[in-house]
C-alpha cells in the first residue's frame, strides 16, 4: 500500500447540488494523469457541514480544507498540493489563516466550537463502505449489546443517560423504550423516523446520508432491546440520495451479518425495510406516520393508544427520530454517565442544527445541549453578513417560532426555547436581519402549514386558513385594527383543539412574533407601513434627485415604463402608478439613486445613497 | 460474524483510515519542489510509501512539502521522530531510502552518512 493521502470529498446533497461530483471526476482523472493513483485516494463523504462553502474537500494528512472548488481547480490542486505538497492557498478556508491551519492542525472556528458525537464520522468516512464505519468503532455497540448484555440493562442505561427525543418534542427516549419493551406480544415493530420536512432543516438528511449505519445499529439494538425483529425507516422520496446510501448500507450490513438472522450468532434476528413517503409534512406525526407505513392515507389518529401499544399494523411500536438512534450507539458504548455529562442535566447529549438564513457560515452543526443562541449564530455562524443587524433567530420551521435578537444569549434546550414562544424542533435555525419583514415571515410558515394541513381536523384545516387571510391582508396593507386580536384568539384555538402536532403548532410563528413584534405588525396596519420593506404593497421606490446621473439604465430595464427622463439630463422620474415595484431599477442603478421607502411620505427625506 | 470477527475486520480496517486520524509516531517530509521531482523525489517517496507498507509500519506518515532551497542536495528528506530532534538527508536515493527506514525508522539509529542538517 503506498497511500499517502485521503482526500475527502463532500458529497451530501448540497455540495452534490454545487457540482462536487464533478470535481472529483475532474481530480480523479488529473491523479491518474500523473501516475498518482496508488499515492491518493479519493473517498466520497458525507456533509461536512459549511455548505454555503461547497463543494468542499478535506485533504489527509495534513488537514488542508478547500473551499468552492470548481472542476477547473483539478490539475492546480493535483499538480500542486498532492504532487509537490504547495497547498492552493487561494483555495484554502480563510486564507490567511492557512498556514496555521496547515501547520498546526489547528482546526477552524467553525469546527473548535463543535461537539460531533452524531456527526462524528459525517466527513470523515465513505458512507457506503461499511469497512470504514468498522473501522471507526461501528457495530461494536451492537455487538456488545446482543452478546454481553441484558435487554433490561439496555433500556435502563437509555433511561439513565436523560437522551431525550430529537425530533422536537423531548419525550425521554428510555421511557418509550420501556413502555415497547413492556407490551406482551410477540410482533413488535422499531421505526426511525427521517420525515424531514420543515423548511430550511437537513439534518436528518445529513445524517442518513453521511452516516447511514449509526442509524441502522441504533435501530438494532433497540430492537433487541424491546424484543423487536423488524424494522423501518420511513423517508422522504425528496432524498433520493439518502434513500441510495441507507439502501446500499442496509444491503452491506446484511451480508456482513450485522442485520438479518442472527446477527452475530447469538439467535437475535432483526432485519430492516425502507419506506419512501411522498413528502407530506403531516406524516412527521407518528400516526400519520404508521399510516404511511401501512400504505394508507398519511393522517393522523387521536391518541391514546400510543404507538408504543398500537403502531405499525397493530403492534407495539417504537419510533424515534433519525437523530435519536444515531445517539444510542455512543450511549451504549461510552455509558450513561459519559452521556448525562455532556449538556445540562434536563436536556443531555447534542443537537445537530442546520444553520440557514442570513448568517456567513451556513451549515451543518453539533452543538452540546445549553450552549447558547448567540454562540450558534455569532460563534459558529460567523454572525450576520454585510453588517447587518441581527433581528430575530427562527427555530423549529414552522413548528416553531421566532426569537429576537435581545434574547439571544438563552440556552438552547427544550425548557428555554418554549418559555419564548419557540422550540427545539428538529433542528433547523434560521436566522434573519433588519432586512426581514416579520410579518412576512409568519406568513411565509402559515402558508406552508396550511397548505401541509392534512384537512381531518377543523381547527387546522379551516384555522390557520382563516389565520393566513388574515395576514395576506395585513401584508397588503389593508389590515383591519381588530386583527391582531383576532390572530390571537385563532392562533390559540387552533393550537387547543388541533388533532395533531402539526396544528397544535402551526400557529407558534405568528403568535411568537406577535409577542416579540408587534410593533411590526401595528405599522403594517396602522401607518401601512412595512419597516423592513419587504411587503410589496406598502413599498415604493423613488429616484433620488441628487444621485440620479441619467444614465438610462433604470428605464431600459423597467418592465413597465414606470421611469421616463432623457440620457444626460438627470434627474429621471418615476411614475408610482405604472410601478410594480418589481426592483429592477434599484437593482441595475449604478449610483444608488433609487431607493425604497415605505409609509407616509413626509416622514422621509430623501437622502443620497439610501434604500 | 461474532463479535471476534467484527473486531478482526475493524483491526484490518482502522489501517485504511489511519491517515485521517495523524497520531503518527514518525513523519516523513519528502521535498516535492521542483527541483526535488527534477532529482528523482517522486522515486524516493514511491519507496519510502512501499517500504512503510511492507514492513507494516503502521505509525509513520509519510507526507510532502515544498522547496527548501538546498537544490544541490536534492532529493531532501526529513524525518521526525516525536520527542527526537529532526533529521534532514539529503541527496537521497531509493538504496539510500531503505537504508534509512531499517535503521532510523526501525531501530531508531540516524544514518549519518546521509544527514546534512539536524533541527532541535
Redesign the interface.
Known sequence: ??????V?VCSGAACVSSHSAEVRAALAEAIEQRGLA??VRLVETGCMGPCELGPVLLV????AFYIRVSPNDAVEIVEEHF????PVRRLLWETPEARRIVEE?KLLPFFEKQCKIVLSNCG??DPENI??Y????G??AL??AV?ERTPQELIETIVASGLRGRGGAGFPTGLKWRFVAGEDDPVKYVVCNADEGDPGAFMDRSLLEGDPHSVLEGMAIAAYAVGAAHGYVYVRAEYPLAIKRLTRAIDQARR???LGNNV??TGFSFDVDVRIGAGAFVCGEETALIASIQGERGVPRTRPPYPSTAGVFGRPTLINNAETWGNIRHIIRNGAEWFAAIGIPESPGTKVFALSGKVKNTGLVEVPMGTTLRELVEGIGGGVPDGKALKAVQTGGPSGGCIPANALDTPIDYESLKSLGAIMGSGGVIVMDEDNCMVNIAKYFLEFTCDESCGKCVPCRAGTRQMLEILERITEGEGRPDDLERLQTLGETVAKTSLCGLGQSAPNPVLSTLVHFGDEYRAHIEEGCCPAKVCTALIRYEIVDEACKACDQCRRVCPVEAISGTAGTPPYRLDPEPCIRCGRCAEVCPFGAIRTATGAEEEHNVKAGGS | ???ED??K??E??????S??K?D?RVKV??????SG?AAGARDV??TF??EI?TRNLADV??????ERGLASSEPVVEVHVEGEPTVVYGLMTADRVRRVVVEHLVNGNPVTDFVIEVRT
Open positions: 500500500m503506498r497511500r499517502r493521502l485521503d475527502l496508488d499515492e489527509y494528512p495534513d488537514g504532487l509537490k505538497g504547495r492542525k470523515e468516512i469497512e470504514e468498522i473501522a471507526a468503532g457495530y461494536e455487538g456488545v452478546s456482513h451479518g450485522l452475530f450468532e | 460474524m461474532k463479535l467484527l473486531r475486520i475493524r484490518r480496517a482502522s489501517k485504511e483510515l491517515l485521517r495523524g503518527a517530509v519528502v521535498g516535492m519542489g521542483t521531482i517517496m514511491a510509501l512501499d507498507a506518515m509519510v507526507t510532502q512539502t515544498g
